[in-house]
């Protein structure tokens, strides 16, 4: 196994923040868009309260769409650095230093947690100052719970990442668009019970879903699913690894292709 260069992964990590300071497109993507989802759904969930369904409709709505964020965010944040790069032409002049995909990934977690944290955080805040809903109503089991959603948005990002490399900008878009593919059957805001019997079987594969079907089971019942926690965090280990060696030879591609120069 090669050996780490963390002076690299510092360096990149100290880049990436100064830029943050003045990257209006950065905070709409962490902020923005994540509050006008959360005022949308927190509105809708306050007037289907109105009906006495006999739960908590606000808090399945407002805990899913954080919940959702937090797969969001981890994604992107893998993402927009190497996208970053490729949009300031500088990916040679990163990969002809000391520095490696391994370390340029590493930097990009350390990144995208950082920048997590600050966004769950605010939406955490907002949601108890709009709707007076509690995230932390969950506990300590909360962190069990994102760490599988976070290693979701992991995995995506990365086969992203190595499509980029390997196809360039022509597949940028999948930077905001794939992680939606898993969304119908990740059962964010509703059972999977209620999705077709082919859709079901996606979902019995796709993480996530275990994990805000636990989140309802915690609000109605106060009871932690751990077959189902455990149920996802196998399929995300397996997807993770499945992804970085996917990146791993996309990038050895585009290293022999000169696919590295068509991004400059």
Known sequence: MEKINWSGVKGIIIRHMYTWRRDLDRIVDAFWWATMDLIFWGLTSSYIEQYNLGFDIVAVFIGGIIFWSVVLGSQREINMPLLDEAWNRNLINLFTTPVGIFEFVIATLILGMIKLILTISFLSFLAYLLYHFNIFRYGLLIIPSFASLILTGWSVGLIIDGLILRYGYKIQSFAWAMLFVIY?????????????????????????????????????????????????????????????????????????????????
């Open 184 to 264: 119908p059957f990740s059962a964010v805001v509703y059972p999977v019970d209620i999705l077709p019997r082919w859709a079901q079987v996606i979902a019995r594969i796709t993480p996530t879903s275990y994990i805000f079907e636990n989140m309802r089971e915690v609000l109605f019942s106060g009871i932690f699913n751990w077959p189902k926690f455990l149920t996802s965090m196998f399929l995300n280990f397996i997807y993770l690894i499945l992804a970085a060696l996917f990146l791993k030879r996309m990038y050895r591609i585009a290293l022999d292709k000169g696919q590295l120069i068509k991004l400059n």
